[in-house]
């Protein structure tokens, strides 16, 4: 989950430096409507898989891995709807954490669309 998470917050940043260094301005505002959610996404699994289970102690300065940032959108999304299908179907999550992935894998379908834009 703490590996989604990280992908999840790569994605916002590729976002972010895609939309600082383009001049087109209709990409400049997809570019920002790509990273709606982001941050409730993450705040929702950070409470509800670790703090829930009062594993603190896992959040550290390496939840932005430089190394997962790539500017390449559409990829970036196909990775994170893989990484969202592996962990609903491997069976260590409970239903109340399915319901939330799944809302985050409708959401980045959406996403994806939007980057193929890009």
Same mark, same amino acid.
């Given at each position: ?8 917050i790569?994605?916002?940043? %590729? ?10 301005y209709s ?9 709606? &959610? ?6 929702s699994?950070a409470?509800?898989?670790f703090? %829930?289970?009062?594993n603190?102690?896992?959040f550290?300065? &390496? ?5 997962l =940032?790539?500017? &390449?959108? !559409?990829?970036?999304?196909? =990775? =994170?709807?893989?990484?969202l !299908? ?6 260590e999550?409970n ?5 939330l ?5 409708d ?7 939007l980057a193929?834009?890009?």
């Open positions: 989950m703490y590996i989604l998470m990280q992908h999840l790569a994605f916002k940043y %590729a976002c972010k430096i895609n939309h600082w260094s383009t001049d087109n990409k400049h505002l997809l570019f920002d409507r790509l990273t709606e &959610d982001i941050d409730t996404w993450v705040d699994i409470e509800n898989y703090m %829930a289970d009062d603190k102690k896992v550290k300065p &390496d939840i932005l891995n430089p190394k =940032i790539n500017r &390449d959108l !559409e990829k970036m999304c196909m =990775i =994170i709807i893989s990484h !299908e592996e962990l609903q179907t491997d069976g999550t239903e109340g954490l399915n319901s992935l799944s809302g985050i894998e959401g980045f379908l959406n996403k994806l669309a193929k834009l890009a």
